[in-house]
């Protein structure tokens, strides 16, 4: 495994910028909470999360075909066929190209009614609660982020 290059790593990176963009977005909901017409917003990542990891294992699992000379068996929907030669042109553009460089958070209106006169429809004790949801999934990945290059620490200087 290349500790500078681990998928977690990366994947725990995106989706922390994904939880700050929320955070700005959220805090700027609270902000607008009595301006009149202002619509709420979120941001959306997850699912190119989700994407990006389907793509990642995909390329791990034409990796190890390559290295044992095996079929590559694809239960992707987004590759037909079962089986791929992993010389094709496909296989080789699927491993050249990076996942992660798509992954772009994007701002969401909500279309929700109104819950005042004005036309806001900000919920402000909803918003203070996807403020503390969203700070603490910030603080799960900071932690196991702070992990991992702990333990890197630990693999350059010897530690046991």
Do not use: C, W
Request: proline share 3%; net charge negative.
């Amino acid at each position: 495994m290349d500790f500078l290059t681990d998928r977690t790593m990366n994947l725990t990176e995106l989706a922390m910028d994904g939880l700050m963009a929320r955070q700005k977005v959220i805090a700027a909901n609270i902000a607008n909470a009595e301006t009149p017409g202002y619509q709420r917003k979120d941001v959306i990542f997850e699912d190119q999360l989700v994407k990006i990891m389907q793509q990642e294992n995909l390329k791990e699992n034409i990796k190890k075909a390559n290295s044992s000379g095996m079929p590559l068996q694809v239960q992707h929907t987004f590759i037909p066929g079962s089986n791929l030669d992993v010389n094709t042109k496909t296989v080789q553009a699927i491993l050249a190209k990076n996942s992660y460089e798509d992954f772009k958070p994007m701002a969401v209106d909500d279309l929700n009614e109104p819950i005042t006169g004005d036309g806001n429809n900000v919920n402000i004790e909803q918003e203070m609660a996807e403020l503390s949801k969203n700070a603490s999934k910030f603080m799960v990945l900071s932690e196991l982020e702070s992990r991992s290059f702990t333990k890197l620490s630990d693999v350059i200087k010897g530690a046991q």
